[in-house]
């Protein structure tokens, strides 16, 4: 007899009652704005994203490894990587106990487990109806967040690989690690963008050019409520008004979000990459003309 046999069947991925309201996932490659664009949908009344995690991919795969556990074990399994120090989140996450609550979930499956999760912290900060998530490692989890999240809303941030490029370099590797090299950050930002039309095949996304948030944010802020299905709200004009006081956000690389939306951060590769660099990263010229960066 096989070993597999013995184990119990794991749990569903999908419950058998709908969410209340489906997630909302803005994807991209870093350093594209999802940070901004994060404050500016938290500036509406019904929305909640929290700051960058990096547990939901894990989180995903944990859930399959382990399901031969019992459902108690499975959920201390996972809420261990909500645990302040767990190193996979820019999260407070003194005041959030929810263990207690997934242990006896009704609906014992994945979609409400991560449910809870994002609204029961959500719930420490403004009341909301619906939860988002703007952390750029999503998309290195794209088909496990597409296989649990099917019919959530998908947004696509998309800015100048150059500029991308060159934001990773300024950053520095002590705070996006190897990233900062060009020819690495490059790839990464391709990589975005194969698996940008992976999920364009599957299901609807909504596309934002960074260029044209900043420099209209009227317009496409309104584009995207509607493709959202939420009315405008002017608060979300002015997202260096609603910054949390938490340590993050305080870091130096996020010092324009402490400022008016502008556009000055827009062509900066043309002053930080050198000849050499940008020969270096040539082979995203075709990604660069198909997506009208010339």
Same mark, same amino acid.
């Given at each position: 007899?096989r070993?597999a046999?013995?184990?119990?069947v794991?749990y569903p991925?999908?419950?058998?009652?709908?969410l209340?309201?489906?997630?909302?996932f803005?994807?991209?490659s870093?350093r594209?704005g999802?940070?901004l664009?994060?404050?500016?949908?938290? /500036?509406?009344s019904?929305?909640?994203?929290p700051?960058?995690?990096?547990f939901?991919?894990?989180?995903?795969?944990?859930?399959?490894l382990y399901g031969?556990?019992?459902? %108690?074990?499975?959920?201390?399994?996972?809420? /261990?990587?909500?645990?302040?120090?767990?190193?996979?989140?820019?999260?407070q996450?003194q005041?959030?106990s929810?263990?207690g609550?997934l242990?006896?979930?009704?609906?014992k499956s994945? #979609?409400?487990?991560v449910?809870?999760? &994002?609204?029961? &912290?959500?719930?420490?900060?403004k009341p909301?109806?619906l939860?988002?998530d703007?952390?750029p490692?999503?998309?290195?989890?794209?088909?496990?967040?597409?296989s649990?999240?099917?019919?959530?809303?998908y947004?696509?941030?998309?800015?100048?690989? %150059?500029?991308?490029v060159?934001?990773?370099k300024?950053?520095?590797e002590?705070y996006?690690?190897t %990233?900062?090299r060009p020819?690495?950050?490059?790839?990464?930002w391709v990589?975005a963008?194969?698996?940008?039309?992976w999920? #364009? $095949? $599957?299901?609807?996304?909504?596309?934002v050019? &960074?260029e044209?948030?900043?420099? #209209?944010?009227?317009?496409?802020i %309104?584009?995207?409520c509607?493709?959202?299905?939420?009315?405008?709200?002017s608060a979300?004009?002015?997202?260096h008004?609603n910054?949390?006081?938490?340590?993050?956000y305080a870091?130096?690389i996020f010092?324009?979000?402490? #400022?008016?939306i502008?556009?000055?951060?827009?062509? $900066?590769?043309k002053?930080v990459?050198?000849?050499?660099?940008?020969?270096e990263?040539?082979f995203?010229?075709?990604f660069?003309i198909? &997506?009208?960066y010339?």
């Amino acid at each position: 007899m096989r070993v597999a046999a013995c184990l119990p069947v794991g749990y569903p991925l999908m419950g058998r009652t709908p969410l209340r309201e489906q997630p909302i996932f803005v994807l991209g490659s870093g350093r594209n704005g999802s940070t901004l664009l994060n404050r500016i949908l938290n /500036g509406h009344s019904r929305l909640f994203l929290p700051p960058e995690q990096y547990f939901l991919g894990h989180t995903i795969i944990k859930y399959r490894l382990y399901g031969f556990l019992n459902w %108690r074990d499975l959920m201390k399994v996972l809420a /261990g990587e909500l645990m302040p120090g767990a190193g996979s989140h820019f999260w407070q996450t003194q005041n959030l106990s929810v263990l207690g609550d997934l242990i006896s979930l009704d609906d014992k499956s994945l #979609q409400h487990v991560v449910d809870h999760i &994002y609204r029961a &912290y959500g719930v420490l900060y403004k009341p909301f109806h619906l939860w988002g998530d703007t952390s750029p490692t999503n998309i290195l989890y794209i088909r496990e967040i597409f296989s649990l999240f099917p019919n959530a809303r998908y947004v696509f941030l998309i800015r100048d690989g %150059r500029d991308v490029v060159a934001s990773h370099k300024e950053g520095g590797e002590h705070y996006v690690g190897t %990233r900062a090299r060009p020819g690495l950050s490059s790839a990464a930002w391709v990589g975005a963008l194969k698996k940008l039309e992976w999920l #364009q $095949k $599957k299901t609807p996304v909504h596309l934002v050019h &960074y260029e044209q948030l900043v420099r #209209q944010p009227e317009l496409v802020i %309104r584009e995207l409520c509607g493709f959202l299905n939420i009315p405008f709200q002017s608060a979300m004009l002015a997202p260096h008004e609603n910054i949390p006081d938490i340590p993050v956000y305080a870091e130096p690389i996020f010092h324009k979000l402490h #400022q008016p939306i502008d556009d000055q951060s827009v062509g $900066k590769w043309k002053h930080v990459l050198s000849e050499e660099e940008l020969e270096e990263i040539r082979f995203i010229n075709p990604f660069l003309i198909k &997506y009208g960066y010339q």
